[in-house]
């Protein structure tokens, strides 16, 4: 996802986005033509900020019991070997430099509504964008923790060894749960057999439950601006820092010196046309007439 969002604007020049993992298909949940339909239809009729999705959480054949049972972060948590809760509340107390006695688990209703799973959903370009936006940074401070553990090359979010080839894969399926609902996204569960809708966690129910101040654009346009700031002035906080390879290094700092050195490139330009001119006139050069 990082890879296309960096190209995006060259690859993909549509107004909405949207993954359908190959897990899908092997689970039986992957769109069916007439589902397909009924998602192309609302995405054209649809001009608000909607996530549709249709493989949910909880679903994974290795959970036992009664998925009812199961909060959002205990589920994740089975997803995760155990450590998804620990392992995001500080990583979330990582990048927003949260003191030791805040609260860093965003949370999240045990409301009887399903959630998004194995990267199937599609949402308006623009939030996707901000949706990387979020995540790269998330992923950062996930890292970093990585990095100062005891462990460095050990993913502190898996069991096995395929799980830790894919270290952030199955957060990061996690993770646009609790990105769309705390930027209140409205989040849409399509049935990926009969194409029937339905509103999951509806927004007027989350009043008072959205953590929304660390999900405001504004404040996530300004760290990113920082980190890109920090990347581009070579000042590194740690020495295998992901952030910047994981997409594209732009603050107002580089649209400046881009723009300075244009204009010096153009500047070059006229006075190199003019000293030609000039050596011209010195060395008693003259156009002749054309036809003459």
């Not at 029937?196 to 504004?218: A, C, D, M």
């Not at 992901?242 to 400046?256: A, N, S």
């Not at 050195?261 to 050069?285: Q, T």
Request: proline content about 4%; charged content about 30%.
């Amino acid at each position: 996802m990082f890879s296309i969002a960096i190209r995006v604007d060259g690859i993909h020049k549509r107004p909405w986005i949207g993954f359908q993992s190959w897990h899908a298909a092997g689970r039986k949940v992957s769109l069916s033509f007439k589902a397909e339909k009924v998602l192309e239809e609302k995405t054209q009729e649809e001009n608000k900020d909607v996530m549709y999705f249709w493989a949910r959480l909880g679903i994974d054949g290795g959970v036992t019991g009664s998925n009812e049972e199961l909060s959002f972060w205990s589920m994740c948590d089975v997803l995760n070997g155990g450590h998804c809760r620990t392992a995001f509340e500080d990583a979330f107390r990582q990048m927003y430099g949260l003191p030791s006695y805040l609260e860093a688990l965003p949370p999240m209703p045990q409301d009887g509504g399903h959630w998004s799973a194995l990267h199937s959903w599609v949402m308006p370009t623009p939030s996707f964008l901000e949706f990387i936006m979020f995540s790269r940074m998330f992923v950062d401070s996930l890292d970093a923790l990585q990095s100062n553990s005891s462990q460095v090359n050990k993913c502190l979010l898996s069991l096995t060894v395929l799980e830790e080839k894919h270290c952030y894969c199955r957060i990061m399926e996690v993770l646009v749960n609790v990105w769309a609902y705390h930027s209140a996204r409205k989040m849409v569960y399509i049935d990926p057999h009969t194409g029937s809708v339905e509103e999951q966690h509806p927004i007027k129910q989350r009043k008072g439950i959205t953590w929304k101040k660390y999900f405001n654009l504004t404040v996530l346009k300004s760290m990113d601006e920082d980190l890109a700031e920090a990347a581009d002035d070579g000042d590194h906080p740690r020495e295998r820092w992901l952030w910047p390879l994981t997409g594209e290094v732009h603050w107002q700092g580089i649209y400046e010196r881009e723009r300075e050195e244009r204009y010096r490139i153009k500047m070059d330009k006229k006075r190199k046309i003019k000293e030609k001119l000039v050596e011209r006139l010195k060395s008693g050069y003259k156009q002749k007439p054309l036809g003459g």
